[in-house]
């Protein structure tokens, strides 16, 4: 079976300094890759995604994560938050067929 | 820009209570999604529909119904509401592109069983 891991659940981190949030994945075989945001009261919004190609992606609002196959990994990196970045920041997996699977998610809190 | 919209944002109901959540989404997607999101444990699919009138078992379907008679519309059915399932539910859609898909989400609805 899937799955996600999303290794902090909550991430606090000052003004502008820069920010990591991880996610490991269960899979020896082929997966894309997906990092969702999700602000107060609203649903998911698509951060990036891996789906082939270059190792790093890079996706809105300044973030870029990286793909590690030897490590199955696709962390999440801001080299510069805002206070506006304050969100549940989702990780997510899908290989051929139609079901995606999610982490628990991460809280990012930036601090003024 | 896609756009998934669902019937409400927030919702009071009693035990007992038949609900149904609507969505609704205007890209002429295959793929519709319904999730519940609860603190800790992130997104959980209830149930998923890949064409009209065709529904897959997600990973709680327990309780829980759900209907497509039309591509646009996937309702989420709770026959009779219980307090453990006062969550926020999410409705989401993808285009069933097979493998390079993108998922995309209605505001979500709250729902609250007394």
């Known amino acids: 079976a899937q799955s996600v891991t999303q290794l902090d659940s909550q991430v606090p981190v000052f003004e502008e300094a820069p920010v990591e949030l991880r996610c490991n994945y269960s899979?020896?075989?082929?997966?894309?890759l997906f990092w969702y945001v999700q602000y107060p009261n609203q649903g998911l919004q698509l951060l990036l995604k891996?789906?082939?190609?270059?190792?790093l992606v890079k996706g809105i609002n300044g973030f870029e994560a990286e793909f590690n196959k030897s490590q199955t990994s696709f962390h999440l990196r801001k080299p510069s938050v805002h206070i506006s970045d304050t969100a549940e920041y989702f990780c997510a997996v899908k290989r051929t067929g139609n079901q995606f699977y999610f982490g628990t998610g991460t809280s990012l809190t930036v601090i003024p | 820009d896609v756009k998934v919209t669902q019937s409400s944002r927030y919702l009071v109901k009693r035990t007992g209570e038949k609900v149904f959540l609507e969505c609704v989404q205007d890209m002429d997607h295959e793929n519709m999604f319904w999730y519940r999101q609860d603190p800790g444990l992130g997104l959980r699919l209830i149930y998923f529909s890949y064409d009209v009138k065709m529904k897959e078992k997600g990973d709680i379907p327990e309780g829980y119904s759900v209907s497509r008679e039309k591509k646009e519309r996937f309702s989420l059915i709770l026959e009779s509401a219980s307090t453990n399932q006062t969550s926020m539910y999410l409705c989401?859609?993808?285009?069933?592109?097979?493998?390079?898909?993108?998922?995309?989400f209605g505001p979500g609805t709250r729902l609250t069983v007394l």
């Open positions: 899979s020896s075989v082929s997966v894309y």
């Open positions: 989401a859609s993808s285009p069933g592109l097979a493998g390079a898909d993108t998922q995309y």
């Open positions: 891996y789906l082939s190609g270059s190792t």
